[in-house]
């Protein structure tokens, strides 16, 4: 990339996705007027350091590359409010994340995280925590600071225990637990007054004992529970099957109009049930279709995958 881009003094706007980046040159932090980056799907293991120079970007896109250590210097953007930094290779987060005040939408799904941080209850206007499908052991305590919270998705991650504090997340919308460790479902959130929607493992859908779910399901809380052998999906690769650019049947053998189904499947299901945009929400109709559709395909897979792959659990 020249080094005359930082010349651009007046840009506001820049797309640099999809374009096999490996570094960016320091000049991209003399553009003051930048408001949104994007940087999404390419090869980038670091920023530069001088990334504070930002002092109007108010969006940053890093989806998609190669990044292990949570750029420092993202964390000194303080106009910063929306930053995606899915699906990269992101073993943790740094106490220094609490430093992003204004940040309201954070996106850091699909990583390798063990551990959220204290300091996460510093980011005070925070609304949208997406954290799914990553290596979550435990939710720290702070996270009830985050009175202004609306989305929290926690699912596909190793948590065993769910903090008692969730209970204290005010404007919780929606709280997704599916396929964790979880043995017990907390009293706490009975207490999250605006909570619309849960989505937690079938085993304690199938619990008819479970009060806590009783009580909620009569608040009129949707309980989502995902179509039949939806873990296929997240464990032999299904929904990163295309995502990490895998050709025909290099990881499964299925024919692309399979493939080309099951990618359908998976862009319908992570728009209504990890809302991370503003996707109508579907009818109880709709979703009864959905599950069948679901059955559907995954004969066909089967079918095609032979007695070798189990899609029972």
């Not at 020249?2 to 640099?16: F, I």
């Not at 309201?104 to 209850?121: C, D, H």
């Amino acid at each position: 990339m020249p080094n005359s881009l930082g010349q651009l003094e007046h840009l506001k706007d820049l797309d640099l996705a999809n374009n096999n980046i490996e570094t960016l040159p320091n000049s991209i932090t003399e553009l003051a007027c930048l408001e949104n980056l994007s940087l999404s799907d390419n090869e980038l293991t670091s920023l530069p350091e001088s990334m504070e120079n930002l002092k109007k970007l108010t969006r940053l896109y890093l989806s998609n590359n190669k990044i292990r250590k949570f750029p420092e210097s993202v964390n000194k953007i303080k106009s910063l409010k929306t930053l995606f930094l899915d699906n990269n290779q992101l073993l943790n987060l740094p106490d220094s994340i609490g430093k992003l005040k204004d940040l309201k939408r954070l996106y850091i799904y699909r990583n390798q995280i063990k551990e959220m941080p204290e300091t996460i209850g510093l980011i005070k206007n925070l609304k949208t925590l997406s954290i799914f499908f990553n290596q979550l052991e435990y939710i720290p305590n702070e996270i009830e600071q985050l009175e202004f919270l609306k989305i929290l998705n926690l699912e596909i991650n190793k948590l065993k225990i769910i903090p008692e504090t969730l209970g204290n997340l005010i404007s919780l919308e929606f709280l997704g637990l599916e396929f964790n460790e979880i043995e017990n479902i907390p009293d706490s959130i009975l207490r999250i007054p605006k909570l619309g929607e849960l989505s937690i493992s079938p085993k304690f859908l199938d619990d008819q004992s479970n009060t806590i779910l009783k009580i909620l399901s009569e608040r009129g809380i949707d309980i989502i529970k995902p179509p039949h052998n939806m873990k296929f999906f997240f464990e032999y690769g299904g929904c990163m099957f295309w995502e990490h650019g895998g050709e025909d049947g290099e990881y499964l053998p299925l024919s692309s109009k399979t493939v080309k189904e099951l990618k359908k499947f998976c862009s319908q299901w992570e728009n209504q049930y990890h809302p991370d945009s503003k996707e109508r929400r579907w009818t109880k109709a709709e979703k009864e279709d959905f599950k069948k559709k679901t059955s559907d395909i995954l004969k066909v897979v089967e079918s095609e995958l032979g007695e070798d792959f189990n899609l029972e659990y």
